[in-house]
Protein backbone atom coordinates (compact mmCIF):
# COMPACT_ATOMS: atom_id res chain seq x y z
CA UNK A 1 0.00 0.00 0.00
CA UNK A 2 1.42 3.78 -0.05
CA UNK A 3 1.57 3.78 3.50
CA UNK A 4 1.66 1.91 6.68
CA UNK A 5 -2.23 1.41 7.63
CA UNK A 6 -3.25 0.84 11.10
CA UNK A 7 -6.61 -0.16 12.40
CA UNK A 8 -8.86 -0.17 14.15
CA UNK A 9 -7.77 3.68 14.53
CA UNK A 10 -9.84 3.86 18.06
CA UNK A 11 -10.30 1.06 20.17
CA UNK A 12 -12.75 1.56 23.35
CA UNK A 13 -12.03 -1.42 25.74
CA UNK A 14 -13.29 -2.49 29.34
CA UNK A 15 -10.63 -3.44 31.73
CA UNK A 16 -9.97 -7.11 31.52
CA UNK A 17 -11.27 -7.60 28.34
CA UNK A 18 -8.49 -8.96 25.32
CA UNK A 19 -7.53 -6.93 22.51
CA UNK A 20 -5.90 -6.95 19.29
CA UNK A 21 -4.01 -3.94 16.92
CA UNK A 22 -3.37 -4.46 13.15
CA UNK A 23 -0.93 -3.03 11.50
CA UNK A 24 -0.38 -3.47 7.61
CA UNK A 25 3.24 -2.17 6.25
CA UNK A 26 4.18 -0.54 3.27
CA UNK A 27 5.02 -3.51 0.83
CA UNK A 28 8.09 -4.20 0.66
CA UNK A 29 9.46 -3.09 4.22
CA UNK A 30 10.97 -5.87 5.77
CA UNK A 31 11.28 -4.28 9.21
CA UNK A 32 8.13 -3.99 11.06
CA UNK A 33 8.22 -2.05 14.57
CA UNK A 34 5.82 -1.22 17.17
CA UNK A 35 5.80 1.66 20.01
CA UNK A 36 3.76 2.87 22.33
CA UNK A 37 2.56 6.42 23.08
CA UNK A 38 1.19 7.25 26.04
CA UNK A 39 -0.77 11.14 26.90
CA UNK A 40 2.36 13.95 26.32
CA UNK A 41 4.49 10.89 26.15
CA UNK A 42 7.70 10.00 24.23
CA UNK A 43 7.87 6.68 21.71
CA UNK A 44 8.40 3.37 24.02
CA UNK A 45 9.66 0.99 21.98
CA UNK A 46 8.02 -2.91 22.03
CA UNK A 47 8.62 -4.82 19.22
CA UNK A 48 10.56 -5.50 16.28
CA UNK A 49 10.74 -7.92 13.84
CA UNK A 50 13.04 -7.90 10.34
CA UNK A 51 11.48 -10.41 7.61
CA UNK A 52 11.01 -14.07 9.18
CA UNK A 53 13.08 -13.47 11.57
CA UNK A 54 12.39 -13.93 15.51
CA UNK A 55 11.43 -10.59 16.62
CA UNK A 56 12.90 -8.83 18.99
CA UNK A 57 10.84 -8.57 22.06
CA UNK A 58 12.77 -6.83 24.72
CA UNK A 59 10.50 -3.51 24.94
CA UNK A 60 7.25 -5.47 25.64
CA UNK A 61 6.37 -4.60 29.19
CA UNK A 62 4.74 -7.56 30.35
CA UNK A 63 3.82 -10.94 29.63
CA UNK A 64 -0.03 -9.41 28.74
CA UNK A 65 1.54 -8.01 25.56
CA UNK A 66 2.24 -10.16 22.48
CA UNK A 67 3.00 -9.78 18.83
CA UNK A 68 3.03 -11.79 15.85
CA UNK A 69 4.02 -11.22 11.90
CA UNK A 70 2.16 -13.62 9.55
CA UNK A 71 4.40 -14.29 6.34
CA UNK A 72 6.26 -10.98 6.32
CA UNK A 73 3.73 -8.77 6.36
CA UNK A 74 1.03 -7.76 8.51
CA UNK A 75 1.19 -7.81 12.39
CA UNK A 76 -0.85 -8.12 15.08
CA UNK A 77 -0.28 -6.88 18.95
CA UNK A 78 -2.27 -8.54 21.79
CA UNK A 79 -2.85 -7.13 24.86
CA UNK A 80 -4.55 -9.83 27.42
CA UNK A 81 -7.00 -8.70 30.38
CA UNK A 82 -6.32 -5.03 29.74
CA UNK A 83 -5.41 -2.75 32.45
CA UNK A 84 -6.08 1.16 32.48
CA UNK A 85 -2.43 1.60 32.33
CA UNK A 86 -2.54 0.22 28.92
CA UNK A 87 -4.21 3.23 27.43
CA UNK A 88 -2.51 4.92 24.81
CA UNK A 89 -1.64 5.15 21.53
CA UNK A 90 0.03 2.38 19.85
CA UNK A 91 2.10 3.07 16.30
CA UNK A 92 2.93 0.79 13.79
CA UNK A 93 6.17 1.78 11.73
CA UNK A 94 8.07 0.19 8.96
CA UNK A 95 10.99 0.45 7.30
CA UNK A 96 13.69 -1.30 4.22
CA UNK A 97 16.11 -1.73 5.99
CA UNK A 98 18.18 -3.31 8.44
CA UNK A 99 19.51 -0.24 9.67
CA UNK A 100 16.31 0.46 10.98
CA UNK A 101 16.60 3.58 8.78
CA UNK A 102 13.66 5.78 7.42
CA UNK A 103 10.97 4.66 9.68
CA UNK A 104 7.42 5.56 8.48
CA UNK A 105 4.58 5.55 11.03
CA UNK A 106 1.25 4.36 10.77
CA UNK A 107 -1.78 6.52 12.45
CA UNK A 108 -1.62 4.82 15.51
CA UNK A 109 -4.33 3.27 17.26
CA UNK A 110 -5.78 4.93 20.16
CA UNK A 111 -6.97 2.37 22.65
CA UNK A 112 -8.74 3.40 25.96
CA UNK A 113 -9.14 1.06 28.74
CA UNK A 114 -12.17 1.69 30.99
CA UNK B 1 18.27 0.36 23.21
CA UNK B 2 20.85 3.10 25.17
CA UNK B 3 18.78 6.27 26.87
CA UNK B 4 18.60 9.85 24.39
CA UNK B 5 18.27 13.29 26.36
CA UNK B 6 16.32 15.92 24.84
CA UNK B 7 16.12 19.49 25.67
CA UNK B 8 13.98 21.62 25.96
CA UNK B 9 10.82 19.75 26.70
CA UNK B 10 8.93 22.81 25.59
CA UNK B 11 10.34 25.39 23.09
CA UNK B 12 8.62 29.18 22.45
CA UNK B 13 9.71 31.39 19.84
CA UNK B 14 8.65 34.59 17.95
CA UNK B 15 7.33 33.74 14.03
CA UNK B 16 10.52 33.98 12.25
CA UNK B 17 13.46 33.49 14.82
CA UNK B 18 15.16 30.19 15.05
CA UNK B 19 14.64 26.96 17.27
CA UNK B 20 17.30 24.93 18.35
CA UNK B 21 16.87 21.62 20.17
CA UNK B 22 19.19 19.05 21.23
CA UNK B 23 19.86 15.51 21.95
CA UNK B 24 22.58 13.94 23.80
CA UNK B 25 23.17 10.35 23.66
CA UNK B 26 25.44 7.64 25.45
CA UNK B 27 25.90 4.85 22.80
CA UNK B 28 29.23 5.70 20.77
CA UNK B 29 28.02 3.04 18.78
CA UNK B 30 25.23 4.99 17.44
CA UNK B 31 25.89 5.81 13.86
CA UNK B 32 22.06 7.21 12.50
CA UNK B 33 20.25 10.25 14.11
CA UNK B 34 16.95 11.20 12.56
CA UNK B 35 14.19 13.95 13.89
CA UNK B 36 10.54 13.35 13.70
CA UNK B 37 7.80 15.97 13.47
CA UNK B 38 4.26 15.54 15.27
CA UNK B 39 1.20 17.40 14.85
CA UNK B 40 -1.46 17.17 17.31
CA UNK B 41 -3.51 14.60 16.93
CA UNK B 42 -1.05 12.95 13.64
CA UNK B 43 1.35 10.25 13.28
CA UNK B 44 4.96 11.31 13.54
CA UNK B 45 7.15 12.49 10.23
CA UNK B 46 10.86 12.04 9.28
CA UNK B 47 11.70 15.84 8.57
CA UNK B 48 15.41 15.17 8.57
CA UNK B 49 18.44 12.81 9.27
CA UNK B 50 22.02 12.18 9.54
CA UNK B 51 24.17 9.73 9.63
CA UNK B 52 27.55 9.55 11.61
CA UNK B 53 30.10 10.21 8.77
CA UNK B 54 28.13 13.35 7.94
CA UNK B 55 28.79 16.68 10.79
CA UNK B 56 26.17 18.91 9.09
CA UNK B 57 23.07 18.37 6.76
CA UNK B 58 20.37 20.91 6.01
CA UNK B 59 17.34 20.88 4.02
CA UNK B 60 16.04 24.57 3.30
CA UNK B 61 14.88 25.54 6.68
CA UNK B 62 15.73 22.64 8.63
CA UNK B 63 18.96 21.75 9.70
CA UNK B 64 20.80 18.91 11.36
CA UNK B 65 24.47 19.18 13.68
CA UNK B 66 26.06 16.22 14.73
CA UNK B 67 29.27 16.13 17.39
CA UNK B 68 30.50 12.57 17.73
CA UNK B 69 32.83 13.11 20.19
CA UNK B 70 30.30 15.00 22.57
CA UNK B 71 27.54 12.81 21.72
CA UNK B 72 24.94 15.06 20.99
CA UNK B 73 22.79 16.42 17.93
CA UNK B 74 20.59 19.15 17.47
CA UNK B 75 17.89 20.16 15.41
CA UNK B 76 17.74 24.00 13.68
CA UNK B 77 14.88 25.79 12.32
CA UNK B 78 15.52 28.99 10.56
CA UNK B 79 12.92 31.42 10.04
CA UNK B 80 10.65 29.20 11.69
CA UNK B 81 6.43 29.99 10.86
CA UNK B 82 3.27 28.82 12.74
CA UNK B 83 2.81 25.78 10.63
CA UNK B 84 6.61 24.46 12.70
CA UNK B 85 4.23 24.22 15.99
CA UNK B 86 4.61 20.51 16.21
CA UNK B 87 6.77 17.99 19.12
CA UNK B 88 9.52 17.18 17.72
CA UNK B 89 11.43 13.96 18.36
CA UNK B 90 14.74 13.02 17.94
CA UNK B 91 16.14 9.06 17.47
CA UNK B 92 19.08 7.49 17.09
CA UNK B 93 20.19 3.87 16.78
CA UNK B 94 23.82 1.97 16.37
CA UNK B 95 21.91 -0.85 14.08
CA UNK B 96 21.46 -2.71 17.22
CA UNK B 97 18.44 -5.43 17.93
CA UNK B 98 15.89 -2.65 18.98
CA UNK B 99 15.54 -0.06 16.00
CA UNK B 100 15.10 3.81 16.95
CA UNK B 101 15.27 5.03 20.18
CA UNK B 102 13.37 8.29 20.81
CA UNK B 103 13.89 11.22 23.36
CA UNK B 104 10.74 12.44 24.83
CA UNK B 105 9.96 15.54 22.37
CA UNK B 106 9.71 19.16 22.70
CA UNK B 107 6.53 20.39 22.04
CA UNK B 108 7.95 23.75 19.89
CA UNK B 109 5.14 26.97 19.80
CA UNK B 110 5.36 29.11 17.47
CA UNK B 111 4.29 33.14 18.80
CA UNK B 112 2.31 34.80 15.98
Known amino acids: GAGVSQSPSNKVTEKGKDVELRCDPI?????LYWYRQSLGQGLEFLIY????????KSGLPSDRFSAERTGGSVSTLTIQRTQQEDSAVYLC????????????FGSGTRLTVV | GENVEQHPSTLSVQEGDSAVIKCTYS??????FPWYKQELGKRPQLIID?????GEKKDQRIAVTLNKTAKHFSLHITETQPEDSAVYFC???????????FGKGTHLIIQP
Open chain 2, 91 to 101: GHSGGGADGLT
Open chain 1, 49 to 56: FQGNSAPD
Open chain 1, 93 to 104: ASSSSRGHYGYT
Open chain 2, 27 to 32: DSASNY
Open chain 2, 50 to 54: IRSNV
Open chain 1, 27 to 31: SGHTA
